[in-house]
Every structure is written in C-alpha cells, then in structure tokens.
C-alpha cells in the first residue's frame, strides 16, 4: 500500500500539470497545503512555550541593552553615527515629520483673505475618492472668472493621495497643516467645509 504522505504529494502535484491564468494560484495553494499537511506535532518540551519565552526575553534584552548601552555612549559624545531607539511621549511630545509628508488638507488665502481657488474643478475631476464637492460662483472681481461659494472635503473618504494638490493650478490647495492626528465621533464631523479648510 502506497505511503499516505507520498499518495498526498502525489495529488498535490497534480496541479502542477493544470496550465491556465491559475496556475501560479495553484502552485500557491499547492505549497499552503503541503506546509500545512507536513506541519509536525510540537515536541512536549516545545508545549510548555519555555523555549518561545525564553527567545523572546532574549531578543526584547537584547535589544534593551543595546539601546541603553548606545544611549549612555552618546552621552559622552561617542558613537553618535550609530541610532538609538528613541521613544515618543506622544501626544505631548509629537513625532517630528518628514517635509514631504501629506497631512490635512488646507484651502490657501489671497491677500485680502479671500480662497485663492479659482473654482475648475479640476481637483473634484481627479479625486479617486469623490470626496471634494465644489460649488461655483461668478466672483464680484471681473480679472477672477469663478470663485468656490463652497468647497466640501470629506476627510472620511480621503485617501490622501494628494492628486487634488498636484493637479491644482492655482496652488490654492496643500496638504502640509502637519495635523495627522484627525478623529471624530461622527461621519458628518470629518466633512470639513470651506471655511473650516480655510482656518488651516
Ligand atoms: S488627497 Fe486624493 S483622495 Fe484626498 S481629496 Fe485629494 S485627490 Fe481626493
Ligand atoms: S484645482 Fe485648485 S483652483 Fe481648481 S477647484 Fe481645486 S483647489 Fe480650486
């Protein structure tokens, strides 16, 4: 009689043969159940999870001591090439943030205070999300053609891609407030309007 072991190799390797879009899918789910087929009992030394334990005190040590030993180095002016793990007392000391990073969206102001969009809608066009909903108006001054009497974001939808910033021609739109840490109760709060884009 055929070994069970060999009989199961046997079968999975018959996906080997099947040619089509799949095939890389099979091979995939062919080695998934052949781990997990093969996946050996633990040994009763390995059950008591004392070897699991004891690697990860040493790594978490390891590390602990690594980080104290650079630290107390720099201290003295030594090493400073070398990093150190540092922790953040987040919220009150926030993680420095690098200059291209997408934060919050903010609408930028002309001089007298007015939004420099000039309404084309050019951001609402490329949105992936559909989050941006402009609404349009003639602006008083005859040298702006339109202005945006309103100028929806819904920050809940967002994927801070920051197509609407690179696609604007104005540069009335920017993504760098710094502010990551945006949380609300509600659907509704994360829609910020005008106004609100506005105060940066
Ligand atoms: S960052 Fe991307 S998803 Fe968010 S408003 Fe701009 S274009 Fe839309
Ligand atoms: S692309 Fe710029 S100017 Fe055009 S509607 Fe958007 S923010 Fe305003």
């Known amino acids: 009689m055929e070994n069970p072991t060999k ?6 390797e018959k996906y080997f043969e099947v040619k089509g879009p799949f095939a890389l899918l099979r091979v995939a789910q062919m080695k998934r159940a052949w781990k997990q087929s093969n996946r050996r009992e633990l040994t009763w030394w390995e059950k008591t999870y004392i070897p699991t334990v004891v690697s990860g005190i040493a790594l978490t040590s ?3 001591f690594r980080n104290l030993g650079l630290h107390i180095l720099h201290l003295f002016g030594l090493y400073k090439d070398i990093p150190a793990a540092v922790t953040y007392q987040y919220p ?4 420095p943030l690098a ?9 930028m102001k002309r001089e007298d205070g007015s939004p420099r969009c000039v309404a084309c809608m050019m951001c609402e066009t490329v949105c992936p999300a559909r989050c941006i909903e402009i609404t349009a108006a003639e602006h008083p001054d005859p040298n702006i053609e339109k202005y945006p ?3 929806i974001l819904d920050l809940g939808k967002c994927v801070y891609c920051g197509f609407c910033v690179e696609v604007c021609p104005e540069d009335a739109i920017r993504m760098d407030t710094g502010k990551l840490d945006i949380a609300a ?8 309007d005008k106004t609100r884009l506005m105060d940066g």
């Open 92 to 95: 009150e000391q926030p993680r």
């Open 99 to 107: 200059k291209r990073l997408r934060t919050r969206h903010r609408l």
């Open 185 to 192: 109760y509600s659907r509704e709060s994360m829609i910020y």
């Open 62 to 64: 390891k590390h602990f």
């Open 7 to 12: 009989q199961r190799r046997n079968n999975l």
């Open 149 to 151: 009497a309103e100028f």
